[in-house]
């Protein structure tokens, strides 16, 4: 399974994970395509008719979709995508693209604690490294902010035992350790499995609106 990011990359995952199922597809409001949902964003309106994300697909009422990325969400706004879609005059806000990116990532990282939850996400550059050496992962978590040596070690080995993997490298440490209960994460790890489906999906979305993987990272550890 891969995701297009929003610099041109590949999010890659391991191709003998099971594959989800389920999606539905609908038309892009922007586009004119049809596409499945994972690859979509839901928008729905408020009372007063303003255009709102609707990034758990939720939400009571008419939908409409876009591509997941910041140029279709424009797009739609723009040029009318939304209004026809909905059928009626409505307001989408000059800042809707930014509404959708900080929920998408908003969504991105509770499940990171969902997936702590569950027993599979693996926290710690000690317990990434014994993760890595006994099966290939489906992503590893690096915080933005850590240090390029030790997660030079973590890409290192990860690419130089499994070959390329996909990392998300999109969140600081602070980030990440708010929505984990800790002070700060650096290194995580999430194994292959359904899980690492869902994440992909979620990440996917989010890679429409901001790079997922900083290509200096690619250049040293992926390509």
Request: proline content about 3%; charged content about 25%; aromatic content about 6%.
């Amino acid at each position: 399974m891969t995701a297009r990011s929003r610099d041109g990359g590949d999010l890659l995952l391991d191709e003998n994970a099971e594959e989800p199922v389920g999606f539905r597809e609908r038309r892009c409001a922007a586009t004119g395509e049809r596409l499945s949902e994972d690859r979509l964003l839901r928008f729905a309106l408020d009372p007063a008719g303003v255009v709102i994300p609707d990034v758990a697909a939720k939400l009571p009422g008419r939908g409409v979709w876009t591509i997941s990325t910041r140029d279709a969400v424009a797009t739609a706004a723009r040029k009318g995508g939304f209004a026809r879609g909905f059928k009626r005059n409505v307001s989408a806000s000059a800042g809707l693209a930014d509404q959708a990116e900080a929920l998408l990532a908003k969504r991105c990282l509770d499940f990171l604690g969902i997936a702590r939850s569950a027993g599979d996400l693996i926290l710690g550059a000690d317990a990434v490294d014994m993760a890595i050496r006994k099966a290939k992962p489906a992503w590893l978590i690096e915080a933005s902010d850590g240090a390029e040596d030790g997660r030079n070690k973590i890409l290192g080995l990860a690419f130089g035992l499994w070959g390329r993997i996909s990392v998300a490298g999109c969140f600081t440490s602070e980030e990440l350790g708010v929505a984990l209960g800790r002070d700060r994460v650096v290194h995580g790890l999430i194994p292959v499995g359904r899980i690492a489906h869902r994440w992909t999906v979620d990440i996917g979305r989010l890679s429409g609106f901001r790079v997922i993987t900083p290509a200096d990272w690619r250049q040293n550890n992926v390509d």
